[in-house]
């Protein structure tokens, strides 16, 4: 008898709950408590358009899109995003069912914490579109890379305890003094002493040139769909490779001499440069005829020099004489000494010195 009561008690129970249950569903729909929809808590709204009013407040804005150093930006709209809210809606109702539902319902009663279930942001994207905006910024953006530039020498003011360098930004000291330039030799700016102020000289310096960038169009689609799909830190990092910049060479050299002397050489200046060890060469107006004046005086000295077997020796008073002679030569840039040196070179005909001194310099 007990027995039989206890299932009719219980009967009664399961008769009670069953409005409460049905209610208690149907105030819970659409979004069941603890249902999260693409990671947000939108429990209570039953209007698809509200959910997706609140959707749309962060998966239609902008994402951040870095490339290299350039940040661009993307509208969802640019790419047909749309957000799928009704499947999302009907996803979420799976919850109203079953032990799930059972779980939500004893959770609610009790007063305890909700489980979380997450139902994924559901999309749709045109990938043909999202091609052609990747193709279009790399068009703009893919570059080469920069060759190397040779700074001229420049006067540079300094402030205590600071540098300029080849066009960078003011460097410490303390930081610069072991550096080297990118041609392998100590920059100027690592011989100041601590805490100089003044104007010092900046040796000619190699700058490097630009790092060249292409971009991955393939490897870039998978960043690009996620952060369009993500709720937070909505910043794309494009997948470039990246090409180093060439190291400096002789047409670089021979580039950057020949700018420097149409532009910041007070006169007219020829150049020629040969590597010893690899034979390449460097020719800017090398084929210049010069009048040459008293710079000739130079090597019509070294070719004497050359010509005297023991040197200027003292004891020897026709060497002294012709010592006397360069002197003159060099010193007061004589040129009835440089005559006399000629004269000396080709044996008292100074056009056989000529051809000699001629002989000397090839």
């Known amino acids: 008898m007990d027995k039989f009561f206890r299932l009719i008690l219980i009967l009664l129970i399961f008769l009670a709950l069953i409005p409460l249950y049905s209610r208690y569903k149907e105030s819970a729909g659409p979004i069941p408590p603890g249902v999260y929809l693409a990671g947000m808590n939108l429990t209570g709204?039953?209007?698809?358009?509200e959910v997706?009013?609140?959707l749309d407040a962060v998966y239609q804005q902008p994402i951040a899109i870095q490339f290299g150093d350039t940040r661009l930006a993307l509208e969802p709209a640019e790419v047909d995003f749309h957000i799928e809210?009704?499947?999302?809606?009907?996803?979420?109702?799976?919850?109203l069912d079953g032990g799930a539902f059972m779980d939500i319902a004893v959770r609610q009663a009790l007063g305890y914490e909700q489980q979380r279930r997450d139902v994924p942001l559901r999309f749709v994207l045109n990938t043909d579109k999202l091609r052609a905006w990747l193709e279009e910024a790399a068009q703009s953006h893919n570059s080469s890379p920069g060759r190397p530039r040779l700074v001229p020498p420049a006067n540079q003011w300094s402030e205590a305890?600071?540098?300029?360098?080849?066009g960078n930004a003011p460097v410490r000291n303390s930081e610069f003094a072991d550096s080297l330039g990118s041609n392998g030799a100590p920059n100027t700016?690592?011989?100041?002493?601590?805490?100089?102020?003044?104007?010092?000289?900046?040796?000619?310096?190699?700058?490097?040139?630009?790092?060249?960038?292409v971009l991955d169009i393939?490897?870039?689609l998978p960043p690009v769909v996620d952060v369009l799909t993500a709720l937070e830190n909505r910043t794309a990092h494009l997948v470039v490779n990246e090409t180093?910049?060439?190291?400096?060479?002789?047409?670089?050299?021979?580039?950057?001499?020949?700018?420097?002397?149409?532009?910041?050489?007070?006169?007219?200046?020829?150049?020629?440069?040969?590597?010893?060890?690899?034979?390449?060469?460097?020719?800017?107006?090398?084929?210049?005829?010069?009048?040459?004046?008293?710079t000739l005086k130079i090597g019509i000295a070294a070719a004497v020099m050359h010509a005297l077997e023991n040197g200027v020796h003292p004891d020897d008073a026709a060497s002294v004489e012709v010592g006397q002679w360069i002197d003159y030569a060099l010193g007061d840039s004589n040129n009835y000494a440089a005559n006399l040196l000629l004269a000396y070179l080709g044996d008292q005909y100074r056009r056989l010195g000529a051809r000699r001194f001629t002989e000397f310099m090839h």
């Open 45 to 49: 709204i039953d209007d698809p358009a």
């Open 52 to 54: 997706r009013q609140h």
């Open 85 to 95: 809210v009704e499947q999302m809606m009907r996803e979420a109702e799976k919850y």
């Open 161 to 166: 305890g600071q540098v300029e360098t080849g």
């Open 189 to 213: 700016a690592a011989r100041l002493p601590a805490g100089f102020v003044g104007v010092y000289s900046r040796d000619w310096t190699w700058v490097a040139g630009r790092t060249g960038q």
């Open 218 to 220: 393939d490897a870039s």
């Open 244 to 294: 180093p910049p060439p190291p400096p060479g002789m047409a670089d050299l021979e580039a950057a001499l020949n700018d420097y002397l149409n532009t910041n050489f007070p006169g007219f200046g020829a150049v020629y440069i040969e590597d010893l060890t690899s034979g390449e060469s460097v020719a800017v107006d090398a084929d210049v005829a010069f009048s040459g004046m008293s």
